[in-house]
């Protein structure tokens, strides 16, 4: 049964964030919130959780496209093959934002993603997001959660959330309504930037 807790970015409450992150260390599921749409994530270094994950969305975990919740761009060099500066002041112009970023993955990344070639990062413009990860002491594994109404298409109220996942996770952060926009998705693995998909964030980078 889900535990929905009511959390206020302004002044994220350290205590009940630190419950959760070490609830999540455990193999917890939250679903949190982010600067775009809210976020079903896990620790990214458990793998019963990653599978919990992966299993929630139908995909197996090997082929899943989950991105990486980072608390800043400090740890990028554990997980993200070496970038050019051209492609790191386009991550230091746009982060903290709702911005997706696909970079080379190198061979830090967990066993299951190994096989991986790339990586989605995230730095998202939200304390409660970014306090979880620095608790956590490593990224969270990050996928958006969806309605099945298509022009809903995003969940963004946490009763409601918790009304329908409350079987399925173990935390409802809840932090207000959501937004029903979801990050914009750049590949800067090749020369030139490529947009995978508009969202939040400008395409101008």
Known sequence: MAELVKIYEDNPNQKELARIAKAMKNGAL???PTDTVYGLGCDITNKTALEKVARIKGVKLEK?????ICEDLSNLSDYVSQIDSNTFKILKRNLPGPYTFILP????LPTVFKKKKTVGIRVPDNKIA???VRL???PIISTSIKDEDEVIEYTTDPSLIVEKWEHLVDYVIDAGYGGNVGS???????DEPVLIREGKGSTEL
Request: without cysteine; negative net charge.
């Open 184 to 190: 914009t998705i750049i590949d800067l693995t090749g």
């Open 30 to 32: 939250v679903i949190y």
């Open 64 to 68: 899943a496209n989950f991105s990486f």
């Open 130 to 132: 970014t306090e979880l």
């Open 136 to 138: 956590l002491g490593n």
């Open 105 to 108: 993955g190198n061979n830090n």
